[in-house]
């Protein structure tokens, strides 16, 4: 069965972290362009972070730049998200998605991913 699963998310306060993953099972991460997305009530789903099939190149949506980190551990088959001096506003759902790609890319718009993960609910409040 082909599927990615998230984890690692929760309730956290303002200024604090928390380390999402996404394990792909079925199918290998290596060939994949991996982002991840969130979406908060009410709210459109919105790009958050990509990385490439290799790993050595990453990409951020402006909103989060310089406090999240997207990296991948192919040997294991996943990708995490470091997400560090959490807002209010990062409240959402997150959800991984892999995009099978023969290129070396950063991005790829939201329409074109095969798999989707189910989401972690990921909540900033004091």
């Known amino acids: 069965q082909l599927q990615l699963v998230e984890s690692g998310g929760g309730l956290v306060q303002p200024g604090g972290s928390l380390r999402l993953s996404c394990a792909a099972s079925g199918f290998t991460l290596n060939y994949s362009v991996i982002g991840w997305f969130r979406q908060a009530p009410g709210k459109e789903r919105e790009g958050v972070s990509y990385i490439s099939r290799s790993g050595a190149s990453t990409n951020y949506a402006d909103s989060v730049k310089g406090r999240f980190t997207i990296s991948k551990d192919n040997a294991k088959n996943t990708v995490y998200l470091q997400m560090n001096s959490l807002k209010p506003e990062d409240t959402a759902i997150y959800y991984c998605?892999?995009?099978?790609?023969?290129?070396?890319?950063?991005?790829?718009?939201?329409?074109?991913?095969?798999?989707w993960g189910q989401g972690t609910q990921v909540t900033v409040s004091s």
């Open positions: 998605a892999a995009s099978d790609m023969d290129y070396e890319l950063d991005y790829v718009s939201i329409d074109g991913y095969d798999y």
